[in-house]
């Protein structure tokens, strides 16, 4: 088939984990014998890292308006390309950057709005903040997803929990949509001693010290605010280890809220993919205080490397995590700090639920399974 993808961001642009589980579907499309035409987003000139005779990319510049004007800029561009050379699919893979694009497609519903709404209404006080994001995901909802959703061929989820919000809250008919759950390789995401413990040393952690490690594009619906609350209340007090990007200023405010235990923070920045198992093997217990998940792949890449997972019960976490970790309410950092103390302090509960989870991972949320799913869901709508 010729497939038409188009996603916001992709190597060596990346704005989420989204971007990543992108990536590994193009992968392995292009491994099953397919033709795909990438459009992503640029923010300037950018060298591309991704080289396969089947694959072409297009970059369209996403500026300031974000993913509003990208998804617009890539449907008109999307149009001129289908012109020369007609697709079999095409794909957006966020149903929200559809709203722009008047041909045949299908679309993955990753979270909606109404979800992420819900943030600021159930956890934000102030009433400007309040006010704009009421207007922001309103109109979004009204303007872009709604529409989206309805002129899709078909809708492709993420998780079953995005399944339901779109049937339960958006009027999508179950034939409608079809569940295509992320996938990564557990070949590559392994339990990897030996690699763990080098790290350790070039990070400058001691080989008995406790380490509890984030891993994430940060963002406030990452809940980073109430681990910064939870980390001091843990015991024995461990080291956090952050990977990922984030906001220089949100940066500062996260230290202040850690007071002295700002001193138990080590910040990785970006980390290399095939550096990643090493990471997840190294802690103890891997920690989300995310408020909301549409999937969430470092809860399934650490417990593929046997990494137990404490986590905010938020959106599709439960489904992921399952039997390999403690979910606790969201918000609550007491919560949060009381389940990794206790995680910490039972090695052999660790070695459960490390083991447990990669099991899970394994037979529920392979890569070879979500490539499966997704074309089983291309021959499906195409019709």
């Given at each position: 088939?010729?497939?038409?993808?188009?996603?916001?961001?992709?190597a060596p642009l990346r704005t989420s984990g989204l971007d990543v589980s992108g990536e590994r579907l193009v992968h392995g499309l292009l491994e099953a014998g397919h033709h795909v035409t990438v459009i992503a987003g640029a923010r300037g000139r950018?060298?591309?890292?991704?080289?396969?005779?089947?694959?072409?990319?297009?970059?369209?510049?996403?500026?300031?308006?974000?993913?509003?004007?990208?998804?617009?800029?890539?449907?008109?561009?999307?149009?001129?390309?289908?012109?020369?050379?007609?697709?079999?699919?095409?794909?957006?893979?966020?149903?929200?950057?559809?709203?722009?694009?008047?041909?045949?497609?299908?679309?993955s519903a990753q979270q909606s709005f109404r979800q992420r709404w819900g943030i600021w209404q159930d956890g934000r006080s102030k009433l400007l903040p309040?006010?704009?994001y009421f207007a922001y995901y309103s109109l979004a909802r009204i303007l872009a997803e709604i529409p989206a959703?309805?002129?899709?061929?078909?809708?492709?989820?993420?998780?079953?929990?995005?399944?339901?919000?779109?049937?339960?809250?958006?009027?999508?008919?179950?034939?409608?949509?079809?569940?295509?759950?992320?996938?990564?390789?557990?070949?590559?995401?392994c339990p990897d001693l030996q690699a763990s413990l080098?790290?350790?040393?070039?990070?400058?952690?001691?080989?008995?010290?406790?380490?509890?490690?984030?891993?994430?594009?940060?963002?406030?619906?990452?809940?980073?605010?109430?681990?910064?609350?939870?980390?001091?209340?843990?015991?024995?007090?461990?080291?956090?280890?952050?990977?990922?990007r984030w906001n220089e200023k949100f940066r500062s405010s996260f230290l202040k809220m850690l007071g002295?235990?700002?001193s138990q923070v080590v910040e990785a920045g970006f980390v290399p993919d095939e550096q990643m198992p090493a990471f997840y093997s190294m802690a103890d217990v891997y920690v989300s205080p995310s408020l909301l998940e549409g999937f969430g792949l470092p809860l399934a890449e650490s417990l593929a490397c046997e990494t137990p997972v404490v986590a905010?019960?938020?959106?599709?976490?439960?489904?992921?995590?399952?039997?390999g970790g403690i979910l606790v309410p969201p918000r609550d950092p007491v919560a949060l700090a009381d389940a990794v103390s206790r995680l910490l302090n039972d090695p052999r509960l660790r070695q459960t639920l490390g083991t447990q989870g990669r099991e899970h991972v394994s037979r529920e949320f392979h890569l070879r399974g979500m490539v499966d799913a997704v074309l089983d869901a291309y021959k499906k709508f195409k019709s």
């Open positions: 088939m010729w497939i038409a993808f188009v996603t916001l961001g992709f950018l060298t591309e890292t991704e080289i396969h005779p089947a694959l072409e990319i297009h970059r369209v510049q996403i500026g300031q308006s974000n993913w509003i004007g990208f998804a617009y800029r890539a449907a008109r561009r999307l149009e001129k390309l289908a012109q020369a050379r007609p697709y079999d699919i095409v794909h957006f893979w966020d149903v929200h950057f559809a709203y722009a694009y008047r041909g045949r497609y299908v679309a309040r006010a704009f959703a309805r002129n899709a061929r078909g809708l492709l989820a993420g998780s079953s929990t995005t399944r339901d919000e779109f049937i339960n809250h958006y009027g999508v008919t179950p034939e409608r949509i079809v569940l295509t759950r992320h996938g990564i390789d557990t070949d590559f995401f080098a790290l350790r040393t070039r990070l400058g952690l001691n080989a008995e010290e406790p380490i509890i490690l984030f891993v994430g594009f940060v963002t406030p619906r990452k809940g980073l605010e109430y681990l910064a609350r939870a980390l001091p209340l843990v015991r024995p007090l461990p080291g956090l280890v952050i990977v990922g002295p235990a700002a905010a019960d938020s959106g599709a976490t439960a489904e992921v995590v399952r039997s």
